[in-house]
């Protein structure tokens, strides 16, 4: 089984910074990607930014140059620095991650999503 929890939400300001973080746990062979998604009221999960075990990186248009993602092969960990964010920003974020288990087998896994929430 592998766990997934996202940290890091929060309220700010148009134009401020948050930080997410994510950790797996659990067993497994092997984390292969993992990725951001979002999810706004009234619309569909998207992606934000994905990252490959060798640090290849994937942007939704609407973030590039903002938000940067970056991961820990060694904690199993990845974070999303998020800067000049606007409130259409806000949304339910939530970490993914593509595992290999112990069978290999290729599972996802999602945390619980944490909030980011940006005022005007």
């Known amino acids: 089984q592998v766990h997934v929890v996202e940290s890091g939400g929060g309220l700010v300001q148009a134009g401020g910074s948050l930080r997410l973080s994510c950790a797996a746990s659990g067993s497994f062979f092997r984390i292969n990607e993992m990725g951001w998604y979002r999810q706004a009221p009234g619309k569909q999960r998207e992606l934000v930014a994905t990252?490959?075990?060798?640090?290849?990186?994937n942007y939704a248009d609407s973030v590039k140059g903002r938000f940067t993602i970056s991961r820990d092969n060694a904690k199993n960990t990845v974070t999303l620095q998020m800067n000049d964010l606007k409130p259409e920003d806000t949304a339910v974020y939530y970490c993914n991650a593509d595992i290999t288990t112990m069978v290999l087998r290729r599972s996802d896994a999602w945390g619980q999503g944490t909030q980011v929430s940006v005022s005007s």
């Open positions: 990252i490959t075990r060798d640090g290849s990186t």
